[in-house]
């Protein structure tokens, strides 16, 4: 798995794991801040979180064009530096004014510009380590490995950021509780029903700080929601640690990749080779990636409801406290053990010795029952918060990965291995019936309108939720990391930043779009907005393969 990699691959995907902790931290609270701080409603909040997410993913064009100028390690660090001035503007506590909002929206623009400049041309990077012959049979394994380190940064996100925010709400004497923001903001502009009223006076009643329990429901309400928002925002402060760890990583380590640091153009001007085409030969790849980019809009569309309307799943629709075997999912500390033990696990079949056989089998025991050692300490029922869903998700690449790369291997040695944009038709497909097993668990619940603003009297099992990340997740894995190498392997060399960028905005074009749900969440049954997007991916897909023998046939050339 990890055998005959340059050391590049590790020292770029450790730089990229590092940034992705901290974006995802952010992402992990923030449509929850959204709701929190400014009392916005789903359709407004969607909204700036999906631009938010769009410009994230299109600014690589930007930043793919620029760095076929200049060079793609200049825009990388350049990237970082104006990433960490965003989030250090954005860990800055305002008040829900006009100020506040100005601020939040400049450090978000700051962010996309610093994420186009960063993301994209790190990932060229890559690709360029195994433009060499000695690699280059191993470059869909390598993206395998890359898209698994993103991963580990993003498995520990929703967790620091859980971590941080009850930190500081214990400081100032409360607790989470997901009703409560939204009946704050009722009571603050009066408008507040008898029975919310009495419901945010129970929830009240229950907060540690007896003289915070003691106040009046709107001195409550402006306290909770500071406090909340503030604690929010010290989440985002994470981001600005991280990136000091992912610049000291490149830096540290650049002597390793500083060899695929080199695009066309400075590629020419030290008579470097470089692959020629023709145009005919140019246009063809061109005109297949793009075929690829317009089907992939419709996965990320899908995909990217994690931090919106799965988290409003989450936090309306389902229990807030897990039992059983469940809770394993819950703990941060678990999740990494169990997702070490995977590897561990193969090392045993891997190794070439005996002794490295006993060891990974011993390393992968003692991780089992660490595992087990902290569950058994864990609390039934346990008490879960809705961002903590998010950590699924990269948990399951994490652990998941070594099994993919292990299957597609077997095939490829019998010369059946599916094509890249073959895994991605099957990934949109298998995209659908996540969103299926959404539409089960929303069949009989409330709409969300008729809730307003508080949650479901009958709430489902986390089970729902758990079980649509895991499926969610087999279609991220033949998609996402395949469509990166295939984007790196076909794109015309002159055009590797362009192509890669357009990758991604394909990318942001998609999360723009994830926002029609929440355009929706209010106006539709709830288990509507899930069929929606289960029949956009069954068309995509449907799409992807009437178009493969015009995609095979130009990529050929």
């Not at 490295?356 to 300490?377: C, D, E, H, P, R």
């Not at 309108?449 to 991220?476: C, K, R």
Request: proline share 5%.
């Amino acid at each position: 798995m990890f055998k005959g990699q340059p050391k590049g691959l590790f020292a770029l995907a450790l730089a990229n794991t590092g940034e992705r902790f901290g974006y995802y931290t952010m992402l992990a609270i923030f449509m929850l801040f959204l709701q929190a701080k400014f009392g916005w409603d789903q359709a407004v909040s969607s909204q700036v979180y999906s631009i938010f997410l769009a410009l994230v993913y299109f600014m690589p064009v930007v930043g793919g064009i620029l760095a076929d100028k200049i060079g793609y390690g200049k825009c990388v660090v350049t990237g970082i530096c104006v990433m960490f001035a965003g989030y250090l503007a954005l860990s800055i506590p305002t008040g829900a004014n006009t100020m506040g909002i100005v601020l939040m929206l400049g450090a978000l623009l700051l962010i996309s510009v610093g994420t186009g400049l960063f993301k994209g041309n790190l990932q060229v990077l890559v690709g360029n380590l195994y433009d060499d012959p000695k690699y280059a049979a191993k470059r869909d394994s390598a993206f395998s490995l890359f898209y698994m380190a993103i991963n580990i940064g993003a498995m520990f996100a929703p967790s620091a950021a859980t971590a941080i925010t009850n930190s500081f709400m214990g400081k100032a004497g409360l607790i989470y509780k997901a009703a409560i923001p939204a009946l704050a903001h009722q009571t603050l502009d009066g408008s507040i029903t008898a029975d919310n009223a009495a419901r945010l006076a129970e929830l009240q009643s229950v907060m540690p700080d007896a003289s915070v329990a003691a106040m009046d429901p709107a001195a409550f309400s402006s306290y909770y929601i500071e406090h909340l928002s503030s604690s929010y925002n010290m989440g985002f402060a994470v981001a600005c640690i991280s990136l000091i760890v992912s610049i000291l990583i490149y830096f540290f380590c650049r002597s390793w990749f500083k060899h695929a640091d080199v695009n066309a153009k400075q590629a020419a001007a030290t008579n470097a080779p470089v692959q020629e085409l023709t145009p005919k030969q140019t246009k063809d790849r061109i005109t297949a990636l793009i075929m690829v980019f317009a089907v992939v809009i419709f996965f990320w569309m899908a995909f990217h409801q994690n931090g919106q309307s799965l988290t409003w799943f989450a936090r309306d629709y389902t229990l807030p406290f897990a039992t059983g075997a469940t809770r394993l999912g819950f703990n941060i500390w678990v999740l990494a053990l169990i997702a070490v033990s995977i590897y561990t696990l193969f090392a045993i079949f891997q190794s070439e010795t005996r002794k490295g056989k006993l060891l990974a089998g011993l390393a992968t025991a003692l991780l089992w029952g660490g595992a087990y050692w902290i569950y058994s300490g864990m609390p039934d029922p346990l008490n879960i918060e809705p961002q903590l869903f998010q950590q699924f998700n990269p948990f399951y690449v994490v652990f998941l990965t070594p099994i993919s790369m292990a299957i597609f291997s077997a095939l490829a040695s019998k010369g059946k291995e599916p094509s890249a944009p073959v895994k991605i038709g099957l990934g949109m497909f298998v995209a659908a019936l996540g969103y299926l097993i959404m539409v089960m668990g929303s069949l009989g619940q409330p709409s969300p309108a008729s809730l307003q603003g508080t949650v479901a009297p009958d709430p489902v099992v986390p089970m729902y939720l758990i079980t649509t990340y895991l499926v969610l997740t087999f279609a991220e894995l033949l998609l996402s990391p395949m469509g990166i190498s295939f984007v790196t392997k076909v794109a015309p060399p002159k055009y590797k930043g362009l192509m890669m960028g357009l990758w991604f905005a394909s990318t942001a074009i998609g999360n723009y779009l994830s926002s029609i749900p929440g355009l929706l969440w209010n106006n539709v049954p709830l288990w509507a907005n899930w069929a929606i997007l289960m029949a956009l991916c069954i068309i995509a897909g449907a799409i992807m393969f009437g178009m493969m023998k015009k995609i095979n046939e130009a990529t050929a050339s």
